[in-house]
């Protein structure tokens, strides 16, 4: 495949999933982010239950897990990076109260009114943003809270390159149309704010820089892999160029 503009879904998922378990992050985001996404949620206690829906290795879910109460639930399609999320629990000591299980985001594993919190970083837009925040709305308690990422214009008009390249996901959109689309999905529409720069550069381009090197020598002459670098290696210089006009907003919601 040497279409740069084509979707990361177009390579194989299981390569996919090779990569993506040897970094930390499956996605742009910091540790302050998930902070601060969490200090617009009220209402936790030891008994609450909370789900990441598209946890990866749950590198934003054990920052929840040291910071918020409850329980929490990880999901994830990949039955590796539910075997590295445990791993990480275990070591960060929180196995009593943090737990990852293999599942989808179409058939979650959840009572309807069961959930105090639904949490997705960079992962909703496998499903779509709009069909996440009304599927998953039933799973969540009157009052409960949604807090997800998701890519999003800053500006009306956009550079050729870059609105090219993002036509692989059709859903982008201003950050206005999308605290819409949470109303009419039934949230009091809490807070969006922007992940700064750093999310991408630092937390997600920078750590695979090494992990980019070794895949490659592993996979050396395997066009497949090749090209998966070759298109990730794209996104950073895109985002180098054109950061100004597209990136992540978290979005947090009440249900109501």
């Known amino acids: 495949m040497s279409n740069n503009n ?13 990569y993506f378990s040897n ?3 499956q996605g742009p985001g910091s540790p302050e982010v998930t902070l601060k996404a969490l200090s617009f949620i009220d209402g936790l206690t030891k008994e609450s239950q909370i789900a990441d829906i598209g946890c990866g290795t749950g590198g934003q879910t054990m920052v929840l897990g040291k910071q918020a109460p409850g329980s929490i639930t990880g999901i ?46 960079g992962a909703i837009y496998n499903i779509g943003f709009k069909r996440g925040l009304e599927e998953w709305r039933k799973f969540i308690k009157p009052g409960g809270y949604i807090a997800v ?18 036509q692989a996901y059709p859903e982008i ?33 920078k750590p695979q ?3 980019q090197e070794l895949f490659l020598k ?3 002459g395997n066009s497949t892999a090749e090209d998966l670098i070759a298109y990730l290696k794209h996104e950073a210089v895109l985002y180098d160029k054109y950061g100004d006009f597209y990136g992540y907003t978290f979005f947090i919601g009440k249900k109501i």
């Open 6 to 18: 084509s979707s990361i879904h177009a390579f194989e998922l299981q390569l996919i999933c090779e």
């Open 23 to 25: 970094v930390k992050r």
């Open 76 to 121: 994830d399609l990949f039955p590796r990076f539910i075997e590295l999320f445990n791993q990480n629990a275990l070591e960060a000591g929180l196995t009593e109260r943090v737990k990852g299980l293999v599942g989808t985001m179409e058939n979650l594993p959840f009572e309807e009114e069961e959930l105090d919190l639904i949490w997705s970083e």
């Open 149 to 166: 990422t998701e890519a999003v214009w800053f500006t009306e008009k956009q550079p050729e390159e870059i609105s090219t390249f993002w």
């Open 173 to 205: 959109d201003t950050i206005p149309v999308k605290v819409t689309q949470m109303q009419a999905a039934g949230y009091l529409p809490v807070a969006a704010f922007i992940l700064p720069k750093d999310c991408w550069t630092d937390h997600f381009f």
């Open 209 to 211: 820089v090494t992990a």
């Open 218 to 220: 592993k996979y050396r």
